[in-house]
Each structure stands twice: as C-alpha cells, then as structure tokens.
C-alpha cells in the first residue's frame, strides 16, 4: 500500500483563516497549536502542505457560556461549508473533478463527512502468504488528518501521526514496518472518494471500461511535485456509472523510504466490496488486492476488512499528540 499522507493546501484560505480566529475568540483564548496541523488534507508535513483550520477540536480551559458555545458552532459550521464549496466549485470545472464530485455524493456528500468528525474504525489488513497481517484499531481526523493506531490484539500498544510526526507506544514496540507509513495509509483507502477534493490532487479522466460486469468512468488521479512523502504516488479509479460508487481502483507505492533510489512497486488492483453506511457516509465492508498486468487483474494477494467504524466527533483535547515516553519515528526511512 502507498503512503497517503497528502498535503491538500489550504481551501478558501481568508475565509477559514477568519473564521479560525472567531473560534478561537469564542473559545475564549483556546490554544490554536492545536488547530493549525502540518497534515492538511490527507498528506503529511512537507513545505507544500498547508494547514486547514481545525473547526471545532480545540481545548478550552473553562465552560463555555451559552454564546460563545454557540459562536463556535457557528463557526464549525461556516469552516465546513467554506471548504466544501471550494471543492465544490474545483471539481466542477472539469470532467474528472464531475465524476469524482458525483461519487462523494453517493457515497454521502463531503459536508457530512466532514460534519460528522473524527471517523473510528477497525482495518483488518491480510495478506496471503508469508507476511503477517496487520490489524488495528484507528481514529483519524478527517478535517486535517492526523491518525492514531491501536493493536487490536494488544491495546497497549499504539502509533500514530500528530500532524508532523510518526511516534510509537512503547518506544521498544514495533508494531508495522514504519509507523509514518501506515499511520495514514489504510485510512486514504477508507477516505476515497472523500480525500479525491483536496487541492493537491490532479484528476484526470482515462475514458470508460467495465470492472466485474458494471460499467465504469476511470479517473486518474497523481499529486504535484513536493506533495507530501509521496508525490509518485498515482491512483486509477473505477466509478460505477450507474450509481457514480467507487467500485475498484489501482495504484503504486512510490513512498521514498521503501523505495530510496526513486521509483515504485508494481501496480496493483483493489476491489471495493459490500456496502455500509454509518451516520449517512456509505463505504465498503472489505476489499481484495490482486496483481494487475496492465489489462487484467491476476492473483489475489490480499484480503481487508473495515468493521467497527463509528464517527466520534471532534475531541476538546489533542488525542493524537505522542504518549510522554513514545518513540519519535524520525524520517521517512522504516
């Protein structure tokens, strides 16, 4: 899998820029250090990536009166609305960005997504073969994308990504391959076609083809230079044309610490399989992985299941910062 950290820029930047301030006017003085996260989007801190404004996540140190609860709603909502009329207005000036925009509809419509905060879920992540499975328990901010992890087998052990850095709970646990990798990646999975508005993102349509018997729009999707960890990255998305789901995709990894010299892994194809739907957001019950030969699927490499999702809201405290005595994963390197 391919390391998703993505660095979205900033939508409506003045606009979001105000309204951060009124809530931090109505938090009565809150501290933004909370609020103004390297993650924007869905890519990691890079100096192409700029911060989002949190909309209502930060910590205030005394109740709130009833107005200034109700400014701070206010404002949450306007930060919301904002960004997804950017995105909005981007992905309508193109074919790709229509497809992709009629896809986060059916699948619940980007302001609910983000209304509905922080998303929890459980990613059960089986390759077939020798390599182990990895399987945990997250909870990620959709707004500006920060994530930490919990071992499902063992909820000692944690990881995660802050907005700037990868940690690891305990320091002598070694819980993934890189924690700044994974941090992120099975959630840009669960995130599509959501994580497709940011402003990094460059779509382009590939024409129509059909993927187990439905009929389906391809978009490409590939990142600007200095996007993120891993602006090699590229997606080829499968949008059913009937219902406008996203049904399949491929992809590469291209994230510099596995691959130093430059390059990236073969393409692979992901199937989106089954359907939820939690509090309006509809998304996939499980997904398999196979080789791709540049027509057709081959073998089955791996088996995934998402289960357990729920969305938590915003929390009041910074519940993604690393736990006093947490290792600090340094660089992009495992």
């Known amino acids: 899998m391919q390391h998703p950290l993505r660095g979205?820029?900033?939508?409506?930047?003045?606009?979001?820029?105000?309204?951060?301030?009124?809530?931090?006017?109505?938090?009565?003085?809150?501290?933004?250090?909370?609020?103004?996260?390297?993650?924007?989007?869905?890519?990691?801190?890079?100096?192409?990536?700029?911060?989002?404004?949190?909309p209502h996540s930060q910590p205030h140190s005394a109740p709130l009166d009833p107005g200034s609860e109700r400014a701070r709603h206010e404002a949450h909502g306007a930060a919301i609305a904002a960004r997804v009329a950017e995105a909005t207005e981007r992905?309508?000036?193109?074919?790709?960005?229509?497809?992709?925009?009629?896809?986060?509809?059916?699948?619940?419509?980007?302001?609910?997504?983000?209304?509905?905060?922080?998303?929890?879920?459980?990613?059960?992540?089986?390759?077939?073969?020798?390599?182990?499975?990895?399987?945990?328990?997250?909870?990620?901010?959709?707004?500006?994308?920060?994530?930490?992890?919990?071992?499902?087998?063992?909820?000692?052990?944690?990881?995660?990504?802050?907005?700037?850095?990868?940690?690891v709970s305990p320091e002598d646990a070694d819980p993934v391959r890189s924690a700044r990798f994974w941090s992120l990646t099975p959630y840009y999975?669960?995130?599509?076609?959501?994580?497709?508005?940011?402003?990094?993102?460059?779509?382009?349509?590939?024409?129509?083809?059909?993927?187990?018997?439905?009929?389906?729009?391809?978009?490409?999707?590939?990142?600007?230079?200095?996007?993120?960890?891993?602006?090699?990255?590229?997606?080829?998305?499968?949008?059913?044309?009937?219902?406008?789901?996203?049904?399949?995709?491929?992809?590469?990894?291209?994230?510099?610490g596995f691959f130093p010299e430059g390059g990236h892994s073969p393409e692979k194809l992901m199937a989106c399989d089954g359907s939820q739907t939690i509090d309006g957001i509809t998304l996939p019950e499980s997904y398999r992985t196979f080789q791709w030969d540049g027509n057709t699927h081959g073998e089955l490499v791996t088996e995934t299941t998402l289960s357990e999702v729920s969305f938590v809201g915003r929390s009041a405290t910074n519940v993604y910062a690393p736990p006093e005595g947490a290792r600090i994963d340094e660089g992009l390197s495992p």
């Open 8 to 54: 979205s820029g900033v939508s409506g930047l003045i606009a979001l820029t105000f309204i951060a301030a009124v809530v931090a006017a109505a938090c009565g003085g809150a501290n933004t250090a909370d609020t103004d996260n390297a993650a924007a989007g869905s890519r990691s801190a890079t100096a192409a990536s700029q911060p989002h404004s949190q």
């Open 91 to 167: 992905l309508g000036s193109s074919e790709a960005g229509a497809v992709v925009a009629r896809s986060i509809e059916a699948h619940g419509g980007l302001e609910r997504w983000y209304a509905n905060g922080d998303i929890h879920f459980r990613f059960t992540y089986r390759p077939l073969g020798e390599r182990p499975a990895i399987d945990t328990r997250q909870r990620v901010d959709t707004w500006s994308s920060r994530a930490v992890h919990t071992l499902a087998d063992d909820a000692d052990v944690r990881f995660g990504f802050d907005g700037e850095v990868a940690w």
């Open 189 to 256: 999975f669960v995130a599509l076609p959501f994580v497709l508005s940011d402003t990094g993102v460059a779509l382009a349509l590939e024409g129509t083809s059909e993927f187990e018997g439905t009929a389906v729009d391809v978009v490409r999707a590939t990142f600007g230079d200095g996007v993120g960890d891993a602006p090699d990255d590229y997606y080829v998305l499968y949008f059913a044309q009937d219902s406008g789901r996203m049904v399949a995709m491929r992809y590469v990894v291209s994230y510099p």
